[in-house]
């Protein structure tokens, strides 16, 4: 009250100037000097450009060549991208007639010598401009690898791939490039743009994002590189073409989208953003951003105005409904201002400068109005309003939308109580154990030639017996379950000595008829099956947790898996149907005397034998840890004598 007092004795035409100023003041500098708020703008600005940028056709002139999980898969080692075959793509780019090459890639170290020189050769020869990427020692390359890059890249047109975040790491602005030993260098784009004619600004700029036909369709054409070679000529004469890494967990970046669609729709491959800045090079356009003069005239329009609302004499309810509409006015016209013109204007600075502001003034004069007799008994508060990976089958034929229905085997797998896991650990450490679990995984279906269709999560879903045929697909599916099993069991046993305890593995296997294909749109799609016998497999995992086994595998599997011992579970029925599926759990052979114990009992259970309790009784005080025995004592418990189950849940 002191401060009021004071300005009790100042005329009141001064004290309005100085609300006037603090307004003012306020809502130039906070989103400047403030950290929540310069966040908080942030955030009101990537909901502008989700909101207000509109859909558009994918651009005609540019397509991304993606290197994906599938292209990595072809090659003996990951990193870095096989020269040799990127040399034939140069090369095949060239006969098909392109228009330019981008390549966001990194050449920083040597591979193998007749792959490195096959790609300088190809690169030198390239017969239209081509631009690959660089980056320096101020991006933590060591003086090594920055030597062999300026060697090996000697004559080759290079640019920077460097990306500029935010605090919040939100990619928003470009990377012009920078000055490196006295020469300038522009950006990867820039650099592109540049030698296709168009000039390269060397200031930062608002990146442009591209929103698609629709959410679901990208703004640019993609297609898997080594996919390319099948393709249309057509479809790359006089384009230009960039080639990055598309991967699920590599090179993946922060956009504004992610404050309306989330962090899994809104972040994406590095190599995207690249080309979205080409795009805006080639046409020149550039947000303008914010306009000072504008932020002025706002500013001082909020001063005044809280100051006409804090003199109102009207009701304190009156007054608040003006306040909002007021503000409501000034998101409405930022709203439009930046839909029409492209200028974005701070939005959350002004509104709580505004509410701060017009608070003040308010107590202010409730209290000149109390030294006068009047007295105002309510305040106002202030207001702030809060906000696939594609996959392509790489053969020719599989371009196409469809499928043909074949028999395979499919596998489905979940780790026991992750959820739970997750919820426990900070985001670093959880993608860390994920991805080592899942490369664990992936590694035994690939060690036994199988396809990893998805990942959901933790689960895995394999395929085999597609897309090439496999005489013995369900052997090949049951032994890498056995060998998912023990992977898993050895990854826990690793984690649990680092003090995380991860769940044993569930994994369900059938086989059968489906549809495999390409399903999707026309121009996004993935390579799947489809069918009862992926649902079954589904269910199957889902099942383990009531019967305690680790792999549930059907009897349509059991009969093509030569070579492989099982003991029967029970004739499954499971929701939705009554007729019940024979399922049973692979056994090792050191397990064999368990096994022929648990399959006397089994048997009497099968035919009704009321000493069937008896016989898993016995078995279990022999073997006290067998927990299917210890499923089937418990339904022999309540009433169920017989080998047929039924389950209501999954």
Not at 382 to 407: M, Q
Request: proline content about 5%; charged content about 20%.
């Amino acid at each position: 009250m002191a401060l009021f007092r004071w300005l009790n004795r100042i005329p009141s035409a001064a004290v309005a100037g100085l609300w006037l100023l603090f307004v003012v003041g306020l809502s130039l500098l906070s989103q400047r000097y403030i950290a929540f708020i310069e966040v908080a703008e942030n955030w009101a600005a990537d909901w502008m450009v989700t909101l207000f940028e509109p859909f558009a056709p994918q651009h005609p002139d540019i397509i991304v060549l993606a290197i994906t999980e599938n292209t990595l898969s072809r090659f003996p080692f990951r990193s870095p991208v096989d020269r040799k075959f990127l040399a034939d793509t140069l090369d095949m780019l060239a006969a098909r007639g392109v228009k330019a090459v981008g390549m966001d890639l990194l050449f920083d170290q040597p591979t193998v010598p007749a792959a490195d020189e096959a790609f300088r050769a190809a690169a030198q020869r390239f017969p239209v401009p081509l631009v690959v990427g660089w980056t320096d020692r101020a991006t933590n390359l060591t003086e090594a690898q920055y030597k062999f890059q300026t060697e090996y890249l000697a004559g080759i047109r290079a640019g920077f791939v460097n990306l500029a975040k935010d605090p919040n790491g939100t990619v928003r602005t470009t990377f012009p490039g920078r000055e490196e030993n006295g020469v300038w260098r522009p950006s990867l784009p820039g650099a592109l743009a540049e030698a296709l004619g168009a000039p390269a600004p060397r200031q930062s700029f608002r990146i442009d994002y591209r929103v698609g036909p629709d959410l679901d369709t990208p703004a640019f054409r993609i297609f898997p590189v080594e996919a390319a070679g099948v393709l249309p000529a057509a479809w790359f004469t006089g384009k230009i073409v960039i080639i990055g890494s598309d991967l699920p967990f590599e090179d993946r970046h922060r956009t504004p989208f992610a404050a309306a669609w989330g962090n899994e729709r809104g972040t994406i491959a590095g190599v995207l953003i690249q080309t979205t800045v080409m795009a805006q090079l080639l046409v020149g356009r550039h947000r303008p951003g914010t306009n000072h003069a504008l932020e002025v005239i706002v500013a001082l329009t909020l001063g005044l105005t809280a100051i006409a609302i804090a003199l109102w004499e009207r009701s304190v309810q009156l007054q608040l409904a003006a306040a909002a509409l007021v503000i409501a006015l000034l998101w409405g016209f930022v709203a439009q201002l930046y839909s029409y013109t492209g200028i974005s204007l701070p939005i959350i600075g002004p509104s709580a400068a505004f509410s701060i502001g017009l608070l003040g003034a308010v107590t202010h004069v409730s209290y000149r109005r109390r030294l006068q007799g009047q007295f105002v008994r309510e305040a106002f508060s202030r207001y702030v309003s809060p906000g696939v990976l594609k996959k392509l089958e790489s053969h020719h034929e599989g371009l196409a939308l469809g499928g043909d229905k074949r028999e395979i085997s499919v596998i489905f797998t979940d780790i026991e109580g992750f959820t739970t896991f997750a919820e426990r650990q900070e985001p670093t450490v959880l993608i860390g154990v994920l991805n080592r679990y899942l490369n664990t995984m992936c590694a035994e279906v690939e060690r036994f030639d199988g396809m990893i269709d998805k990942f959901i999560g933790d689960a895995v879903m394999a395929i085999f017996g597609a897309p090439e045929p496999q005489a013995d697909h369900a052997q090949r599916a049951v032994a890498c379950a056995q060998a998912m099993r023990a992977a898993a069991s050895r990854l826990a046993a690793e984690h649990a000595a680092d003090g995380f305890r991860l769940g044993r593995t569930r994994i369900g296997v059938h086989s059968g008829l489906a549809v495999v294909g390409n399903v999707g749109g026309e121009r996004r799609f993935d390579y799947t099956a489809i069918g009862d016998t992926v649902n079954t497999a589904s269910r199957l995992e889902g099942a383990n947790k009531y019967f305690g086994t680790d792999i549930c595998v059907s009897g349509a599997t059991c009969e093509r898996a030569n070579g492989t011992s099982f003991r029967p579970i029970g004739s499954l029925v499971v929701k939705g149907r009554s007729e019940g599926l024979p399922v049973f759990t692979p056994v090792t052979p050191e397990e064999a005397d368990q096994t022929a114990a648990y399959m006397a009992a089994y048997a009497k259970m099968k035919a009704g034998d009321p000493g069937a309790r008896v016989a898993f009784e016995d078995h279990l005080a022999r073997y006290p840890d067998d927990r299917l025995a210890q499923f089937h004592l418990k339904r022999m418990e309540a009433g169920e004598l017989s080998e047929r189950i039924v389950l209501e849940g999954k």
